[in-house]
Protein backbone atom coordinates (compact mmCIF):
# COMPACT_ATOMS: atom_id res chain seq x y z
CA UNK A 1 0.00 0.00 0.00
CA UNK A 2 1.23 3.19 -0.89
CA UNK A 3 2.25 6.01 1.71
CA UNK A 4 2.15 9.85 1.13
CA UNK A 5 4.15 12.11 3.41
CA UNK A 6 4.40 16.57 3.50
CA UNK A 7 7.83 15.92 4.55
CA UNK A 8 10.43 13.67 4.16
CA UNK A 9 10.07 11.25 7.11
CA UNK A 10 12.89 9.98 9.04
CA UNK A 11 13.50 6.63 8.15
CA UNK A 12 13.83 7.78 4.51
CA UNK A 13 16.34 10.98 5.73
CA UNK A 14 18.20 8.06 6.60
CA UNK A 15 17.79 5.34 3.30
CA UNK A 16 17.84 8.01 0.90
CA UNK A 17 21.67 9.16 1.20
CA UNK A 18 22.35 5.47 1.16
CA UNK A 19 21.42 4.85 -2.34
CA UNK A 20 23.73 4.66 -5.27
CA UNK A 21 21.40 6.17 -8.17
CA UNK A 22 18.41 7.64 -8.82
CA UNK A 23 16.18 8.92 -11.52
CA UNK A 24 15.07 12.93 -12.43
CA UNK A 25 12.04 13.42 -14.79
CA UNK A 26 10.68 16.19 -15.95
CA UNK A 27 8.23 18.17 -18.62
CA UNK A 28 7.73 21.29 -20.46
CA UNK A 29 4.37 22.89 -20.40
CA UNK A 30 3.50 21.91 -23.58
CA UNK A 31 1.28 18.99 -24.72
CA UNK A 32 4.10 18.57 -27.93
CA UNK A 33 6.77 18.58 -25.84
CA UNK A 34 9.03 15.78 -24.77
CA UNK A 35 8.67 13.99 -21.17
CA UNK A 36 12.31 13.57 -20.08
CA UNK A 37 13.54 10.81 -17.66
CA UNK A 38 17.29 11.06 -16.54
CA UNK A 39 19.41 8.09 -14.35
CA UNK A 40 21.76 9.62 -11.95
CA UNK A 41 24.82 7.96 -10.05
CA UNK A 42 27.57 8.52 -7.87
CA UNK A 43 27.79 10.55 -4.75
CA UNK A 44 26.70 14.32 -5.58
CA UNK A 45 23.62 14.11 -3.91
CA UNK A 46 21.95 14.80 -0.42
CA UNK A 47 19.36 16.21 1.72
CA UNK A 48 19.55 19.98 3.57
CA UNK A 49 16.37 19.20 5.84
CA UNK A 50 12.89 17.39 5.28
CA UNK A 51 11.75 19.40 2.44
CA UNK A 52 14.67 19.77 0.36
CA UNK A 53 16.95 17.29 -1.63
CA UNK A 54 20.01 18.20 -4.03
CA UNK A 55 22.03 16.79 -6.46
CA UNK A 56 25.28 18.13 -8.73
CA UNK A 57 24.01 18.19 -12.57
CA UNK A 58 26.77 17.07 -14.52
CA UNK A 59 27.58 17.52 -18.19
CA UNK A 60 26.56 15.57 -21.32
CA UNK A 61 25.05 16.14 -24.27
CA UNK A 62 21.67 16.98 -22.55
CA UNK A 63 19.94 19.62 -21.08
CA UNK A 64 16.35 18.75 -20.63
CA UNK A 65 15.87 19.03 -17.10
CA UNK A 66 17.80 22.55 -16.60
CA UNK A 67 15.69 23.70 -19.68
CA UNK A 68 12.42 22.21 -18.08
CA UNK A 69 13.52 24.09 -14.67
CA UNK A 70 14.09 27.58 -15.89
CA UNK A 71 10.95 27.48 -18.71
CA UNK A 72 8.27 30.28 -16.67
CA UNK A 73 5.47 28.76 -14.75
CA UNK A 74 7.49 25.17 -14.64
CA UNK A 75 9.80 24.29 -12.22
CA UNK A 76 8.20 20.84 -11.82
CA UNK A 77 10.72 17.92 -11.07
CA UNK A 78 9.97 14.06 -9.86
CA UNK A 79 12.78 12.14 -8.15
CA UNK A 80 12.38 8.80 -7.76
CA UNK A 81 14.82 5.94 -5.81
CA UNK A 82 14.31 2.19 -5.97
CA UNK A 83 16.08 -0.25 -3.08
CA UNK A 84 18.11 -3.08 -5.59
CA UNK A 85 18.91 -4.86 -1.45
CA UNK A 86 17.24 -5.47 1.30
CA UNK A 87 13.45 -4.78 1.60
CA UNK A 88 11.66 -3.41 -1.57
CA UNK A 89 10.77 -0.02 -1.86
CA UNK A 90 10.34 3.08 -4.01
CA UNK A 91 10.58 6.97 -3.17
CA UNK A 92 9.32 9.77 -5.25
CA UNK A 93 10.38 13.28 -4.22
CA UNK A 94 7.34 15.70 -5.73
CA UNK A 95 8.28 19.02 -6.18
CA UNK A 96 10.28 22.05 -7.59
CA UNK A 97 13.55 22.90 -8.62
CA UNK A 98 15.89 25.03 -8.76
CA UNK A 99 19.08 25.74 -10.97
CA UNK A 100 22.55 27.09 -9.73
CA UNK A 101 24.95 27.34 -12.65
CA UNK A 102 28.33 26.69 -12.29
CA UNK A 103 29.97 29.80 -12.85
CA UNK A 104 27.61 31.75 -11.02
CA UNK A 105 27.56 33.58 -7.39
CA UNK A 106 24.85 31.58 -6.26
CA UNK A 107 26.60 28.03 -7.56
CA UNK A 108 29.81 29.13 -5.70
CA UNK A 109 27.97 29.62 -2.48
CA UNK A 110 25.90 27.20 -2.09
CA UNK A 111 29.54 24.70 -2.63
CA UNK A 112 31.14 26.69 0.12
CA UNK A 113 27.92 26.44 2.77
CA UNK A 114 27.78 22.77 2.10
CA UNK A 115 31.14 21.69 1.56
CA UNK A 116 30.48 20.10 -1.83
CA UNK A 117 32.97 18.75 -4.14
CA UNK A 118 33.30 20.11 -7.47
CA UNK A 119 34.29 17.74 -10.21
CA UNK A 120 35.35 18.67 -13.71
CA UNK A 121 32.26 17.18 -15.06
CA UNK A 122 30.18 19.35 -12.50
CA UNK A 123 27.62 21.85 -14.64
CA UNK A 124 25.09 22.89 -11.99
CA UNK A 125 23.32 22.03 -8.97
CA UNK A 126 19.72 21.00 -8.82
CA UNK A 127 17.68 22.37 -5.63
CA UNK A 128 14.32 20.20 -5.07
CA UNK A 129 11.94 21.94 -2.40
CA UNK A 130 10.04 19.11 -2.09
CA UNK A 131 5.98 19.05 -1.76
CA UNK A 132 4.91 15.48 -1.78
CA UNK A 133 6.61 12.26 -0.42
CA UNK A 134 5.10 9.06 -1.71
CA UNK A 135 6.50 5.71 -0.86
CA UNK A 136 5.30 2.44 -2.39
CA UNK A 137 6.04 -1.23 -2.11
CA UNK A 138 8.12 -1.74 -5.06
CA UNK A 139 7.77 -5.36 -5.11
CA UNK A 140 8.57 -5.76 -8.58
CA UNK A 141 11.80 -4.16 -8.54
CA UNK A 142 14.65 -6.68 -9.32
CA UNK A 143 18.18 -7.28 -6.88
CA UNK A 144 21.21 -5.74 -8.29
CA UNK A 145 24.35 -5.97 -6.84
CA UNK A 146 25.88 -2.65 -7.15
CA UNK A 147 29.84 -2.91 -8.38
CA UNK A 148 31.27 0.32 -8.82
CA UNK A 149 30.21 4.07 -10.15
CA UNK A 150 31.74 4.83 -13.63
CA UNK A 151 34.64 7.20 -14.26
CA UNK A 152 34.59 7.69 -17.47
CA UNK A 153 31.96 11.12 -17.58
CA UNK A 154 34.54 12.84 -15.35
CA UNK A 155 38.05 11.61 -17.05
CA UNK A 156 36.74 12.86 -20.36
CA UNK A 157 35.83 15.90 -18.62
CA UNK A 158 39.04 16.21 -16.57
CA UNK A 159 40.91 15.84 -19.77
CA UNK A 160 39.15 18.34 -21.76
CA UNK A 161 40.40 20.99 -18.63
CA UNK A 162 43.93 19.79 -19.02
CA UNK A 163 43.32 20.38 -22.50
CA UNK A 164 42.22 24.28 -22.23
CA UNK A 165 44.56 24.76 -19.38
CA UNK A 166 47.55 24.08 -21.81
CA UNK A 167 46.25 26.41 -24.31
CA UNK A 168 43.38 24.98 -26.43
CA UNK A 169 40.41 27.03 -25.54
CA UNK A 170 38.01 25.43 -27.97
CA UNK A 171 38.00 22.78 -24.97
CA UNK A 172 36.50 25.41 -22.49
CA UNK A 173 33.53 23.74 -20.67
CA UNK A 174 31.36 27.30 -21.93
CA UNK A 175 31.81 26.46 -25.27
CA UNK A 176 30.63 23.01 -24.69
CA UNK A 177 27.37 24.16 -22.93
CA UNK A 178 27.09 26.57 -26.19
CA UNK A 179 27.37 23.81 -28.73
CA UNK A 180 25.03 21.27 -27.07
CA UNK A 181 23.57 22.83 -23.70
CA UNK A 182 22.29 26.18 -25.02
CA UNK A 183 18.65 23.84 -25.89
CA UNK A 184 16.64 21.57 -25.60
CA UNK A 185 15.34 18.88 -27.57
CA UNK A 186 11.90 21.26 -27.88
CA UNK A 187 14.04 24.16 -28.21
CA UNK A 188 13.68 25.90 -24.76
CA UNK A 189 16.95 27.68 -23.69
CA UNK A 190 19.10 25.78 -21.20
CA UNK A 191 22.39 26.71 -20.20
CA UNK A 192 22.18 30.65 -19.39
CA UNK A 193 25.94 30.50 -19.73
CA UNK A 194 26.30 28.83 -22.89
CA UNK A 195 23.60 30.81 -24.55
CA UNK A 196 25.65 33.64 -23.35
CA UNK A 197 28.74 32.46 -24.89
CA UNK A 198 26.99 30.88 -27.83
CA UNK A 199 26.07 34.21 -28.94
CA UNK A 200 29.42 35.94 -27.63
CA UNK A 201 32.02 33.29 -29.64
CA UNK A 202 29.21 32.95 -32.61
CA UNK A 203 28.68 29.06 -31.68
CA UNK A 204 25.66 27.34 -33.64
CA UNK A 205 24.65 25.11 -31.11
CA UNK A 206 24.09 21.32 -32.00
CA UNK A 207 20.81 20.09 -34.26
CA UNK A 208 18.85 17.63 -31.64
CA UNK A 209 16.41 15.01 -33.08
CA UNK A 210 16.03 14.54 -36.53
CA UNK A 211 13.18 13.81 -38.94
CA UNK A 212 9.78 15.03 -40.10
CA UNK A 213 8.67 14.50 -36.27
CA UNK A 214 11.60 16.60 -35.19
CA UNK A 215 9.92 20.03 -33.33
CA UNK A 216 11.17 23.21 -35.49
CA UNK A 217 9.67 25.25 -32.61
CA UNK A 218 8.50 25.28 -29.06
CA UNK A 219 4.65 25.87 -29.17
CA UNK A 220 3.36 26.39 -25.08
CA UNK A 221 -0.26 26.16 -25.26
CA UNK A 222 -0.83 26.49 -22.01
CA UNK A 223 1.50 30.06 -21.68
CA UNK A 224 -1.62 32.91 -21.32
CA UNK A 225 -1.20 34.33 -25.02
CA UNK A 226 -2.22 38.40 -24.99
CA UNK A 227 -2.48 38.58 -28.59
CA UNK A 228 -6.27 37.89 -28.71
CA UNK A 229 -7.39 40.12 -26.37
CA UNK A 230 -5.55 42.86 -27.84
CA UNK A 231 -7.04 41.83 -31.35
CA UNK A 232 -10.23 42.06 -28.73
CA UNK A 233 -9.88 45.26 -27.64
CA UNK A 234 -8.95 47.02 -31.12
CA UNK A 235 -12.18 45.71 -32.47
CA UNK A 236 -14.40 47.15 -29.71
CA UNK A 237 -12.46 50.15 -30.62
CA UNK A 238 -13.49 50.19 -34.06
CA UNK A 239 -16.99 49.14 -33.64
CA UNK A 240 -17.21 51.75 -30.98
CA UNK A 241 -15.83 54.66 -32.99
CA UNK A 242 -18.10 53.84 -35.93
CA UNK A 243 -21.16 53.48 -33.82
CA UNK A 244 -20.63 56.63 -31.86
CA UNK A 245 -22.15 59.23 -34.90
CA UNK A 246 -24.70 57.31 -35.81
CA UNK A 247 -25.55 57.16 -31.66
CA UNK A 248 -25.30 61.11 -31.45
CA UNK A 249 -27.42 61.65 -34.63
CA UNK A 250 -30.35 60.14 -33.00
CA UNK A 251 -29.82 61.96 -29.41
CA UNK A 252 -30.24 65.07 -31.14
CA UNK A 253 -33.24 64.26 -32.93
CA UNK A 254 -36.18 66.58 -31.66
CA UNK A 255 -38.89 64.95 -29.95
CA UNK A 256 -41.98 63.79 -31.61
CA UNK A 257 -44.64 65.79 -30.48
CA UNK A 258 -47.61 63.66 -29.36
CA UNK A 259 -50.89 63.92 -31.86
CA UNK A 260 -53.55 65.78 -29.93
Not at 6 to 23: A, S
Not at 92 to 107: M, N, Q, S, W
Not at 178 to 190: I, T
Request: charged letters at 20%; a neutral charge; hydrophobic letters at 40%.
Amino acid sequence: MGKFFETIPEHLMQWIPEQQMFWVATSPLAASGHVNVSPKGGLYFGLLDDKTFWYMDLCGSGIETVAHLYEPDNGRITIMFCAFKGPPRIVRLFGHGTVLERGAPAFDDFVKKHDVEVIPSSRSIIIVKVHQVASSCGYSVPFYEFKNFRTTLNEHFAKKEERFEQGRLEESKERYWAFKNAYSVDGLPGMQIGNRTGKEEHIAPIEKMVGPMAPRAYRNDRRFNVWPLILVAVLSAVCTALSLPLLLTVLQRPLATPAS
